[in-house]
Structures are given as structure tokens and as C-alpha cells.
């Protein structure tokens, strides 16, 4: 389960909700009386019988008939089944019928004659119809019906059929996701119909259907993402295994998602809706990247970038549909054709979680490996991807506990689990003028399955930070900068920078640079963990990869660098290369082995309590290995990839500043540099904490530096459905510790008019009160 999944009625669980429909009276056809609702009482009440022409609450052997403007509304359990119930049988169109109780019916039909307006409105309690739900599906020249359903169940088995604007006007609209079930057998979407789904702040009840969804030409489906503040989001709206016909784009309209990319994906099992993560409070908060120092060369080039949903044509072993996985795609195509075209052009997919889960090049294909397990969906885009691994060796104790941050999110390995969990994304930046993509992402430990037994002791926590900037340099070069930021007790020490590898198929020799630069090593035949293992000094700081055992053909390199000299001051030891195949003897096809020659660009860094670093390498391009070392040397790119410490001060970082209104459910903070409230460092300031906005599945709302502070242990199992990046903020005894005297103010004293919506989670932090 995602983090952002909303609540939804699996279509397979249709089954036992037959059953009980089963279970029920149905009139089988029987002749029925006519009863109008007259509403005589003036209480609008359905349940009292004096509002009927037959002077008794509506039964089995009953037509009920709610016209002429007339409001009804069940208030009270209904007194067994109705056979027919119409609401609109004229042109008068403010007649409803509002649903706040349980009620049964055969035939339920809305807006049911020529010129016909009529409207349902749902909140609670359980609506089952037996035989036919029709919205302006009835009569020829039906005007309006609509139904819409905020609450309760509804569910149409046994001979159901949801019909949908066939005739007129017809709109059902699910609101929100506190509906607990929508199910039935099938649904037909007419002409005229439209099916509207409006996210509530966690998203939507998805509508189950045990046999199909039938979309006429014309039929609309309307996304309304206006109230959605969820994490990245990929769910279902509609849960059917048989689909005909289908929405053309035309008729497809979302609205209210602000940049958040939404795309309708048909999987197997029906319809779902994909979305990015929320923008970011401010761009700021992903300015901190160290400048490039590789000169760029975009002569003759393209760039572009998207972050709507762009799949590739590569072969994957996950069965899982890539919308899933897929962030952002950027590309640069060298313009003229020819070899320079299709070997230094490239197009690279970053997932979810910041790392780099498919790069192709028009001469080589996809380069990344196919996520290949023997269970298929156990590690989908999620371990055989360009990516940073953090590693506290210390509490690391495989098999039994494994101590792995990965940047890409989880294995799917607890039972819990139905859907992939990548590392959320707190901030983000795209800079097309800049040619770079920025990412923050909250880091999980992938080893999820050390949570499943019954001792809350033996589950880490991850206090994390992923910073990631790829950016396009020209002439196929990629630098990659990688930066982690501690927070939390831990001490990570064993750091993958990065951890990553290719596709044997694609380019199956590999060849490490000799010490100078200048040449390559024969190719490598190594199996990793085998003992393939250097230290960055012994090579030329590359690695690079052909499909040629000579490396006369199109190469990708990967440039690696070196160690600063000294080392820095909380790096015990030189940095060290693995790599070597992964997956036994070679074969031809692609995604059905483990088709993989791993890296493992290992720096040893003590990144204790407060502190970051940064580590840059380059992907590059070239015609084969002999163009490869001429393009790395003249760039100078092994001599630019290297590692170094965050160091920012509240002297030099910037600030973002915030406003903040209401309390408890009704808190909000909102991004304010004008009148601010507070200010928050826009940067990880030395022994600083950041301040996330969390929103829980209950629409809890709360600022805290700590994720886990409401006692949450799965960070996957949904409790946390939304999380952002303000900013950071220092402990009270460290401000101003470098001489500086900004004024500060303590945050808890700042929240005291909303204790609920600030936890201190045992810190004492300030915030500037003034710029």
C-alpha cells in the first residue's frame, strides 16, 4: 500500500458483497402502486408516512415518486426493499432526494422522463440496488440527473447495472475518499454521460465493478485534484478487469492538480490516475547544489524535460505498470544525425525516489537492468537502478537485520505491501534553462522485511536526506550530484556513490580506466563478490561499458573520480570500486534473467548527528572506448568527480518564510516571504533539523522534524499520507554559534495557539523571527 493510497473497495472482493446481495428480497418483476412524495409534514422526511400520496412509507410493492421540487431525505432505515424509486419525472430542477440512512431498492432511476431534472445526494448509509441504477438513462430527452455519493456504500449486484447519461445528462460523481465502498456488477457510460471522481485531501473510493465498464463514444471521465495535498500518487479510479470502448483524450478533463502531471493509465484491473508529488514550498530549498565545475558545450544540442508520464519501450521484468516508478524524463539529442546523433544522444527517466531507473541511448538501447527477481514484482525499479545506498555498518547485521538506505524506497517483502513504496519526494526543482532536474527525497530502508515480526525493536528508522541534481552538460555528458544530510542519531559510514550497474544485453563488457587516464584494462570477467575490488587511486577514475569485447563499439562511461587529497576530515579510509556480473552465464534474452554487471562506487564517510556530504560523477558518452578517453580527459571529468562536505551557516543560507492559520484539523502553513511569521533555512545549516508539514490518513495536519512522531513504525503502511520540506531549523543552544546575532525565536513558543499541530518530538528548535 502506498503512502498516498486512498481508500478503495478491491473489485475482487465484489464476491462476498454478491453473496449478501443474494441474500436479499427482490420483487422478480411483481406490478407495484404509484406513491408521490407530497412531503405534506413539511419535515422532508422519507420515513414518515404522511409525506406519501398513500399515506404510508414506501415498500416492496411500491413506485416511489419524488418530483416538482420537492427535497426527501433518509434519515432513517428504510423499512425493507423498495421496488422502484424515481426522483425527477419533470422539468423542475431542484428535485432531490438526499441519502443519510440505508436503503434498498430494485429500480432506481434519476431524471426518468422527457425534460426531466433530478438529483441524488449521498452521505451516509448503505444504498443497494438489485436491478438497474439509471442517471438520465431512461427516457429519450431526459435533461439532467446526477448522483453523488460522499459517504456511506453503495452497491449494485445480483442483475446490477450503473447507466450514465444514455439519454440525457447524466452525471455520478464520487466525492472524496470517506465513501466506503462503490461496487457492482457493471457500468455503462453513455454519450452524455460523465463519470467525475473529486479527490478529497487523501484521494478518492475507487468504484469496483465485477464484470465491465462499457464508455460509449462521448462519455466523459472528470479528475478534480483541487483538494488532493497526498504524497505522488498512483491509484485506481475504477477497478474492472474488462473495459470497452474507452475515453478518447478529448473527453478526458482534469482539473485542480496544479502541475502535479495527472495521466489516466488502463492496467489489467481497470483504470488508475497518476500523479507527481506536490510542488515544492520554494525552489530555494534545492538551490544548495555545488556549482558545476565542468565547463558545458551545448553546440549542436537539444534539451528537454517532462514530468508527465512518459514510459519507455524498454523491457522490465516487474509486471507492474512503470507509472509506478516514473518522476521525470529529461533528454538531450545531438542534432545533425549521423554516429554523433546516435551515440551522444541520450534519455534518462528518474523514478520517484531520485534515482536514475532507465537511460537509453539510440545506438545501445536501455542500459539499465531489467529488475529481474524470480518473483517479479519484489524489487520493482528498486535495486538494479542508479542510485545512493547509506549504510551504518554498526547496526547493520545481515541476514537477520540488514541496515540499508536505499534512495530508491523498499523491497516489496512485507505482507502489507500491495504496491510499490519509493522514497518520498519532499521538494523538488526543475530548471529547464539550467538543463537540471533537482530532487529531495525522505530515504527508506529497504530491507522492509526486518519489520514483520512482533518486536518493534528490531525496526529502523530512517532520518535521511537525498539530495539529487542531475543536469545535462552537452555532447553527452550527465553530472550527477548526490548529497546526504543526517538528522537523527544514527551514523551511517558506508556509503554507495553510487550503487548502480548495466544491461549485459545491452553492453556486455566492461573496462576499468588505468591509472593516468590514458588507456583501459582488458575486458573484465569478474562475478561480483568474488573479490573484483580496487581502490579509486589504482584506476583512472572510469569505468566503462561496449558491446564489444574490445570496446570498439558505442561506450558508456561512467566517471567515478577520486579521493580529495588529504582526505577529508571525517573520512577514515580511501574509496573503493566493486563491480563484476550478477547474474551468471549470459543469455540472449533480456528481462528474464538477472541481466546485470553491477557497481558499487564505495566512500567510506562518518556522517554522524547534524552533518551532510556531497559526492559528483559523471555518465558520458562516446563512439567507442578510444573517443570515451578523449571526452573524459577533455572535460577533465574523473578530476571533478569527488567528494565533499555540506557548509552552510545561517550567515550565507537563504531563508523561506511562512505564514500559518487555524488549529487542529483546520491548521495550514503557506509559503509567505512578505509578512512572514517565521523564516526557515532554505539549507541544511550545520546540526540543523528539518521542519516537515506531515498529513496523516485520519487528516491529521502537523509540523515536526521528526516523521515517525506519532508513533508510526511502517512509514509504507499509509498512516503517513503526505509529506513536505519548509525548511530547517536549529536547536536554541546552537543558534548563533558562528558569531552571528539574528534573532531568534523558540518554534514551540512560535505554535503554543496550536499545540496540536506542532511536535517538538524531544528538540528544542528556533527559528529566525526576522530576516
Not at 422478480?28 to 412524495?37: D, M
Not at 566517471?559 to 577514515?572: E, I, K, S
Request: proline fraction near 5%.
Amino acid at each position: 500500500m502506498k503512502l498516498s493510497e486512498p481508500k478503495r473497495v478491491d473489485y475482487y472482493v465484489a464476491v462476498i458483497l454478491l453473496c449478501w446481495m443474494w441474500s436479499m428480497p427482490c420483487l422478480g418483476g411483481a406490478e407495484n402502486t404509484t406513491t408521490l412524495f407530497l412531503n405534506t409534514t413539511g419535515d422532508g422526511l422519507w420515513g414518515t408516512a404522511a409525506n406519501w400520496s398513500l399515506d404510508a412509507v414506501p415498500t416492496a410493492t411500491n413506485h416511489a415518486v419524488i418530483n416538482n421540487g420537492r427535497v426527501a431525505t433518509v434519515a432513517a432505515n428504510s423499512p425493507g426493499l423498495v421496488d422502484t424509486i424515481t426522483v425527477g419525472n419533470d422539468a423542475v430542477s431542484n428535485t432531490a432526494l438526499h441519502i443519510e440512512a440505508d436503503l434498498s431498492v430494485n429500480t432506481f432511476r434519476v431524471a426518468s422522463a422527457p425534460n426531466a431534472v433530478g438529483h441524488v445526494q449521498q452521505t451516509h448509509g448503505g444504498v443497494s440496488v438489485s436491478k438497474e441504477l439509471q442517471i438520465a438513462a431512461t427516457d429519450a430527452g431526459a435533461d439532467t440527473g446526477t448522483y453523488t455519493i460522499s459517504g456511506g456504500r453503495l452497491s449494485f449486484y445480483r442483475h446490477g447495472h450503473l447507466t450514465i447519461g444514455t439519454q440525457g445528462q447524466g452525471r455520478f460523481t464520487v466525492e472524496g475518499s470517506s465513501p466506503a465502498g462503490i461496487s457492482g456488477t457493471r457500468v455503462t457510460l453513455g454519450r452524455q454521460g460523465t463519470l467525475e471522481f473529486r479527490l478529497g485531501m487523501l484521494g478518492v473510493t475507487s468504484l469496483g465493478l465485477i464484470e465491465m465498464l462499457t464508455v460509449d463514444p462521448g462519455g466523459q471521465l472528470v479528475v478534480d485534484g483541487s483538494a488532493y495535498e497526498g504524497l505522488d500518487g498512483y491509484f485506481p479510479l475504477i477497478l474492472t478487469n474488462n473495459v470497452t470502448g474507452g475515453f478518447e483524450s478529448t473527453n478526458v478533463v482534469f482539473t485542480g492538480f496544479g502541475g502535479r502531471e495527472p495521466a489516466l493509465v488502463l492496467q489489467d484491473d481497470g483504470l488508475w490516475l497518476r500523479l507527481i508529488a506536490p510542488p515544492a514550498f520554494s525552489t530555494r530549498l534545492c538551490s544548495l547544489v555545488p556549482d558545476s565545475t565542468v565547463t558545458t558545450d551545448y553546440d549542436s544540442t537539444a534539451f528537454s524535460v517532462t514530468r508527465a508520464l512518459e514510459p519507455t519501450v524498454s523491457a522490465w521484468t516487474p509486471t507492474l505498470n512503470e507509472a509506478h516508478v516514473m518522476d521525470t524524463q529529461l533528454s538531450q539529442d545531438v542534432l545533425g544525425g549521423g554516429a554523433a546523433s546516435d551515440n551522444l544522444s541520450w534519455q534518462m527517466r528518474v523514478g520517484r525516489g531520485g534515482h536514475l531507473y532507465s537511460l537509453r541511448i539510440p545506438s545501445i538501447g536501455e542500459t539499465v537492468p531489467p529488475s529481474w527477481r524470480s518473483d517479479l514484482n519484489s524489487s520493482p525499479w528498486n535495486d538494479e537502478v542508479w542510485q545512493g545506498v547509506a549504510v551504518d555498518t554498526a547496526l547493520n547485521n545481515a541476514p537477520e537485520s540488514r541496515y540499508f538506505i536505499h534512495q530508491s524506497g523498499v523491497y516489496l517483502k512485507d505482507p502489507i505491501q500491495e504496491e510499490p513504496f519509493y522514497s518520498p519526494q519532499v521538494a523538488a526543482d526543475l530548471d529547464v534553462a539550467n538543463r537540471s532536474f533537482t530532487t529531495i527525497n525522505w530515504g527508506q530502508h529497504a530491507h522492509v522485511n526486518n519489520y514483520t515480526d512482533a518486536d518493534p525493536n528490531d525496526d529502523f528508522q530512517s532520518h535521511l536526506l537525498y539530495y539529487t541534481r542531475y543536469r545535462d552538460l552537452g555532447q553527452g555528458v550527465i553530472e550527477v550530484s548526490l548529497g546526504f544530510y543526517n538528522y537523527g542519531p544514527d551514523n551511517p559510514n558506508y556509503f554507495n556513490m553510487p550503487w548502480g550497474g548495466v544491461r549485459r544485453t545491452s553492453t556486455e563488457y566492461a573496462f576499468l580506466s588505468e591509472p593516468g587516464g590514458a588507456g583501459w584494462s582488458e575486458a573484465i570477467e569478474d562475478n561480483f563478490g568474488s573479490g573484483a575490488l580496487v581502490k579509486y587511486a589504482d584506476t583512472g577514475g572510469s569505468i566503462a561499458f561496449s558491446a564489444s569485447n574490445i570496446g570498439d563499439t558505442p561506450a558508456l562511461g561512467l566517471a567515478f573520480g577520486f579521493d580529495p587529497d588529504p582526505l577529508l576530515t571525517n573520512q577514515p579510509s580511501t574509496s573503493l570500486l566493486r563491480y563484476g556480473y550478477a547474474g551468471g552465464a549470459y543469455q540472449p534474452e533480456e528481462a528474464t534473467w538477472r541481466n546485470y554487471f553491477v557497481i558499487s562506487a564505495v566512500r567510506k564517510y562518518d556522517l554522524t548527528q547534524g552533518r551532510g556530504v556531497w559526492a559528483r560523477y559523471y555518465f558520458v558518452l562516446g563512439d567507442d572506448l578510444q573517443d570515451l578517453t578523449s571526452r573524459i580527459a577533455s572535460r577533465n571529468l574523473a578530476e571533478n568527480a569527488t567528494l565533499s562536505e555540506f557548509n552552510y551557516t545561517e550567515a550565507t543560507t537563504p531563508l523561506v518564510g511562512y505564514t500559518f492559520t487555524g488549529s487542529g484539523p483546520d491548521f495550514r502553513i503557506t509559503k509567505n516571504d512578505l509578512q512572514p511569521q517565521l523564516w526557515f533555512y532554505a539549507h541544511p545549516v550545520s546540526n540543523s533539523f528539518p521542519i516537515y508539514e506531515i498529513i496523516e490518513n485520519d487528516n491529521s495536519r502537523y509540523l515536526t522534524w521528526n516523521p515517525y512522531a506519532t508513533g508510526v513504525i511502517k512509514t509504507y503502511d499509509g498512516t503517513i499520507a503526505g509529506i513536505r520540506l519548509l525548511g530547517f531549523a536549529l536547536r536554541n543552544a546552537d543558534v548563533n554559534s558562528g558569531g552571528t546575532s539574528y534573532a531568534y525565536e523558540r518554534l514551540a513558543a512560535l505554535m503554543s495557539g496550536t499545540p496540536s499541530n506542532y511536535i517538538a518530538a524531544g528538540e528544542d528548535l528556533s527559528v529566525r523571527s526576522k530576516f
